[in-house]
Structure formats: C-alpha cells, structure tokens
C-alpha cells in the first residue's frame, strides 16, 4: 500500500472510475490508476490510501517514466526513494493518456528518522507520457534534453504529514 497525506483546507480529492485525481487551484493532477481508495479525515488533516495496479517501483518493468533520484531520498506519490536504492521508480503510462504526474515531496533532514514528517517541498509534477526518463536533481524534475525543468514548491504548512524516506534509512541501507 502506497500512503498520501493530503489537507483537506487546501486540496481536494476526487474519485472519478479507477483514477483518483488531486486538485490544486484549476488543474487537476491524476494519480496512477488505482484498484481500492480510502480516505479517511480528522478535523484538520486527510489521509488518502490507495494501491497502484500499474506502477512498478523498482523501475524493472513496465511501459512508462522513470525517475531517477540524484541524491539523498524523496519521497515519489508517498513512495520513498533514495538515490541508494536500486533502479529508479518508474510511474506507469496510461494507455490514451498524454501526460503522466506525480507527486514529490523533497528536502527532507536526512538526520530525522521520524516514521511521518513535514516535507519542506512539494512537486505536483506532470510531463509528457512519452518521456523515458527524468532525473530529480536538487528539487528539481527535469528531463536529459534541457527541455523540462519543473521545481518544487516550498512548503509553508504545518499540518501536511508524509512518510519519510529517511525512515529506518541506517537499517534498509546497510
């Protein structure tokens, strides 16, 4: 299972078929198809769950893009991936669709081991499906053309809570 913390102040969710979307202002960013969605809400904070049919996280398989991590770890649609891991993350395409997205959260203190922290940046990233590959590299996605360059934004809430990547990093990384 794959987690997502999002405010429900500030974005909105909505489930429309098997795809579940994240609104920000006037555009709409689909997440990766998905088989079950929960979402559950306290008086300040939502937490949406879901599992991905599509996505392979090692990046070993499947039609799609994958991300490269640069250094340090992210945290890709509340996957955490470190630039130690092996392969890259690799975000599906969805046959019709002629952009693929991703949510990325970065900038994490790679002291704090926390199991849920407060990201300091936040990429609503979306790009043409038929790219191959992207690198993240110091907050930002950008492809090896020079071409698409998208930064993330800094965050400024408190109450947005994420898994971290750097979560029992010492242990998974030896």
């Known amino acids: 299972m794959r987690f997502l913390a999002l405010s429900v102040l500030a974005q909105a969710i909505s489930v429309s078929g098997a795809v ?3 609104n920000k202002g ?4 689909p997440v990766t198809p998905v088989n079950t969605i929960t979402v559950t809400a306290t008086a300040t904070t939502t937490s949406l769950s879901y599992s991905t049919t599509s996505a392979s996280p090692t990046g070993d398989a499947g039609d799609g893009t994958k ?3 640069s250094s340090g770890c992210i945290s890709i649609n509340g996957v955490g991936r470190c630039k130690s891991d092996e392969g890259a993350y690799n975000i599906a395409r969805v046959e019709g669709q ?4 991703a949510v990325i959260y970065s ?10 922290v407060v990201p300091t940046c936040i990429l609503y990233a979306r790009w043409p499906s038929s790219y191959g590959d992207l690198d993240f590299v110091r907050n930002r996605l950008m492809n090896r053309h020079n071409n698409y360059d998208q930064p993330c934004e800094m965050n400024e ?4 809570l994420v898994p971290n990547p750097y979560y029992d990093y010492d242990n998974k990384h030896q």
Do not use: Q
């Open 26 to 29: 006037s555009v709409s960013y």
């Open 98 to 101: 002629k952009y693929s997205t």
């Open 67 to 69: 991300i490269h991590v």
């Open 107 to 116: 900038a994490f203190d790679s002291k704090n081991n926390a199991e849920w």
């Open 20 to 22: 579940a979307s994240i």
């Open 157 to 160: 809430r408190t109450d947005l």
